[in-house]
């Protein structure tokens, strides 16, 4: 390879470095990914300036654009609710090209050879496997819980057929066996993927993200281009550390997130008490009175896209001379820091917003929570009821505090599809509806009482 | 360049990935993830090699076919983190608080 | 190793230096300072191999000269190092505050 | 080289990274030197079993038993007063081995010819300089300010002329060049070290560190050994953010700092006002009954020993109720960090030592202000006095206090050689003698109370 694009490649790879970093303040995070962008123009110009021979270059070209008109209007279509299966689906498609590629290219020495082998098994199973978490997470298909096993067994079998197969395709060089090695690493992805649960879906995408990043290093290793390794490795980085930070938000391992853990159906279980509603009237006047709330938000929150009526109930309150803060569970949301990203759009400041382990101790001392769209992170059940698949997780302790608001729309579970019997504390009053409507009806009150 | 060289750039990629990834606070682990799903689109370089250089049918189906998928978790990639980051926006325009 | 392999990893160790000594509490930058000194000790390294693959006499008088230098900065540097730290071993028996 | 060496060096190159980054907190900062040990036990074992021929072994083997009992006991002797030119002597022998090694390898290509070239000249600046900066710390080394100008010239050519040398002996390859270009370089670092302040010399040092971790990766490149750029790299990074941390904290640029101040002679500005002393019986009654005292550690403390005594008047005054905190400067004492590593072998609580931006909004409600062997980070002049060489630098506001007490021996002047107007402020007073002596009579005094 030429002197000067090897340089230009490490530019680039010095560019992805810096933009990770930038990523890390709010502040800088927008200038962060336009250093990616940048690293990412540098890399593609620097390959096709530098290529030897061009063959189909108009096929080429429209290929790509074809996938960039797919790719730009697709991510700009989608809703934020739907952004986890989103993500899901390029990564799925970034690990297939991974495989494609380790597959087409000729690998010279043995090294290499066994490495594309490697990156064809590593990028299959993520395409298969996020692809499935694509499925699952919009609620295209379902599983019942009695074949997981089953699925389980199947996809490790296949997993070592894969591997027999990438061990015999190495000897003999034959292309079939290279597919057929992809195929079957691809299905090993999907039915490892499908027992597994809704809400533990964003650590696999996360995992499988890490997964993509390593295929693209193997294949930077392949194909003798630093480039890849560095930005693959990156990847495969963060898939590493956002895997263990929320599955130990979650108080599981990783190897249960994945073989799932049992669950005892305790549909018995029940919400204790009865469930007694509140109207937005008697809300009103409860907030208004109080000297300390805490806002627990939650998915429903995302779904009902209420976050400016938050923003204005917020604000009125500080007008009251009540003491408003934000208590943000690590895994609320589909993804993590969802709540955040959601809260910023509407311009409330971070120092309101309090992680777990600061705003639970002040529970205690706290008048009234609102918990809006949130469900399993509040569930008092993952302290107290063992073989629940919350068990052990640790939650928002809103039960401690005076008085307990719930807004949704319904008694409906949430992600993990478990009761919650904060509903039937005594403490709790429900407030039955869509968030955005609820929230806007409180707002007129509040603002009637002013 | 020699496998063992390729090994220590992996290593040190290793050493200053975790580094500069840990210390992304969870505020920004959304466009954390998306931005790093679409770092690996950079897969893109080795399909487009692959497919401006390759001959045979079956080969350039191959190719082109990553070069594709590629192409679509580059682009979208980046688009949905910057609109990820987008709602970060506002928040910059008020000026930092505290 | 090629001159550009050499390149990739420098550059990858700037990054990865920047991340982890930036990190460094401003507590703990005397024993910083007195531990990365003992660091570039490491040039023993160098000198021992020229030592030991030496033939002519001149050369050889510089080759020892620099295993001298390079001993005592090694050495020295890491027992200065300990000592330093030493006064902060009281503080973790006690074990972490808060 | 081979493989295995090859990944024995990498090794431990990866045990020096996470041997500093374990250095990065002070429960762990211990098993991180063990580690960078380790790394350096690795990296020389490595080199021993895989080099090709040895000769000349037991001269080595004497050489670096002498060196090693030399490095041991200076290291064990060396006050920690003296700290800070123990590490520019041992820094300057680093450079001084790294344009050693550098001049006597065959480099065969012609970039690492340049890269050995440069190799010399960094590491014998290196030299030079880190002896100069021994000799005046040890203060067996004075010169007139009026040299400065010539010295600093002299400096500049003398490195032109080693750059000249530079070229010459890359075009001839004579040996004579090469030592002549590393005597050369030599005294340019010496001349240029020479009119730097003593209150400068951290900076400095921490300066030459750097360039000899440079000069050590410089020789990785030109020996072909990635290890050697690595661990070289890391004390160049180091190098870096040190001196941009200690100049940012003294206000100076580095340029400012290596070239020097017009320091304008103000012998005439005095201490102001009439110099009030006072006995130990008054101090332990001020503090004894104050509510909020603040105790500012300096370089005299260090020199006086005194760290457990202050822990004594510390804990005394708790028992009386008082609320004791330390303001550390970022400069105080002689290298960063230095107050922290006293106060620590104290056992002194890390929560009771806040840093200056944190500490000096709270001096205006504070009682008594205890100034133990502090005297440049103290100095007001910084903020009034236009054209003294501390002027700008952020200091402790310890005048905003109630009541000033300053524990030194006499009215001599601190590291920057100004006049302290604290000193004749009419809220001061002092308490001279050695800080051990006074704060020992201090407790005593406290205990009497009791
Ligand atoms: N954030 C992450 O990174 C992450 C990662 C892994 C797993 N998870 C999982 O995701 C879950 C997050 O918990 P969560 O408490 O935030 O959400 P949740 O448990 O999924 O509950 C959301 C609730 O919002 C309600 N809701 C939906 N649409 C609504 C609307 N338009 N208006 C009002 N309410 C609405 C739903 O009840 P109704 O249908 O009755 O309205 C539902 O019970 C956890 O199980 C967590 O383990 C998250
Ligand atoms: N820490 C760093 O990293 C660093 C870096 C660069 C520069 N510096 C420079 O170092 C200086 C540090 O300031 P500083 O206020 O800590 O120290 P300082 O300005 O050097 O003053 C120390 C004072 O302690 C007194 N003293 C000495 N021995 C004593 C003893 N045994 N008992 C009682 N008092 C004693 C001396 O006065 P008597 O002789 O009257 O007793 C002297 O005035 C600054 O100028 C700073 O710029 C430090």
Avoid: C
């Amino acid at each position: 390879m030429n002197v000067l694009q090897q340089i230009l490649y490490m530019v680039s790879a010095t560019l992805f470095v810096l933009g990770v970093r930038f990523l890390g303040s709010p502040a800088s995070a927008r200038r962060g990914n336009a250093l990616l962008m940048g690293g990412m123009g540098v890399a593609l110009l620097t390959t096709l300036v530098f290529i030897p021979h061009f063959s189909h270059v108009a096929l080429i070209v429209l290929v790509v654009a074809i996938g960039s008109a797919i790719g730009v209007v697709s991510a700009r279509r989608v809703q934020m609710t739907a952004m986890p299966q989103m993500v899901a689906l390029f990564n799925g498609l970034g690990g297939g090209a991974a495989a494609l590629v380790a597959a087409g290219g000729t690998a010279p020495s043995g090294l290499a050879d066994w490495l594309a082998r490697l990156t064809m098994i590593l990028g299959s199973v993520s395409f298969g496997g996020s692809l499935i978490a694509f499925l699952k997470l919009q609620e295209w298909l379902n599983v019942r819980p009695r074949y997981f096993l089953g699925l389980r067994v199947a996809g490790l079998v296949m997993l070592a057929m894969a591997v027999i197969d990438g061990l015999a395709g190495h000897a003999s060089g034959s292309p079939a066996l290279s597919v057929l090695l992809m195929l079957m690493a691809a299905v090993t992805g999907a039915l490892l993927t499908l027992p597994i649960g809704g809400a533990d879906m964003p650590v696999v995408i996360s995992l499988l993200n890490g997964l993509t990043g390593l295929s693209a290093a193997a294949t930077g290793f392949v194909l003798d281009n630093p480039l890849l390794i560095i930005a693959g490795t990156l990847v495969g980085a963060s898939g590493t550390i956002l895997t263990q930070q929320m599955s130990r938000a979650m108080h599981r391992s990783l190897g249960n997130v994945i073989w799932g853990q049992k669950v005892v159906e305790s549909e018995g279980g029940g919400s204790g008490g009865p469930v007694q509603p509140i109207t937005p009237e008697d809300v009103a006047m409860l907030l208004r009175y109080a000297r300390k709330v805490v806002i627990v938000p939650g998915y429903g929150l995302a779904v009902a896209r209420a976050q400016m009526e938050v923003k204005q109930v917020t604000d009125l309150l500080h007008g009251f001379g009540v003491d408003v803060l934000f208590g943000i569970h690590p895994v609320a949301g589909r993804m993590p820091g969802h709540m955040n990203v959601l809260l910023a759009e509407a311009n409330i400041d971070y120092d309101q917003l309090w992680e777990m382990e600061r705003i639970n101790p002040r529970f205690r001392e706290t008048d009234v929570v609102l918990v809006i769209g949130a469900n399993d992170v509040t569930n008092p059940a993952a302290r107290t009821q063992v073989g629940s698949p919350l068990y052990g997780m640790p939650i928002l302790n809103v039960d401690h505090a005076g008085h307990v608001i719930v807004l949704k729309r319904s008694m409906g579970r949430g992600f993990a599809g478990v009761d919650n019997p904060l509903y039937g504390d005594p403490k709790t009053r429900m407030l039955f509806g869509d968030a955005k409507h609820s929230l806007g009806a409180l707002v007129r009150e509040l603002e009637g009482t002013a | 360049m020699s496998p063992i060289a390729e090994l220590y750039i992996f290593v040190m990629a290793v050493l200053a990935g975790f580094q500069v990834i840990a210390k992304v606070p969870s505020i920004l682990h959304t466009p954390l993830m998306s931005a790093t799903n679409a770092i690996h689109g950079i897969i893109l370089v080795g399909a487009l090699i692959l497919a401006l250089s390759i001959h045979s049918g079956a080969g350039l189906v191959i190719a082109l076919l990553a070069v594709f998928f590629a192409t679509i978790n580059l682009v979208g990639g980046f688009v949905v983190t910057d609109r990820i980051l987008g709602m970060f926006r506002s928040e910059r325009e008020v000026g930092p608080k505290s």
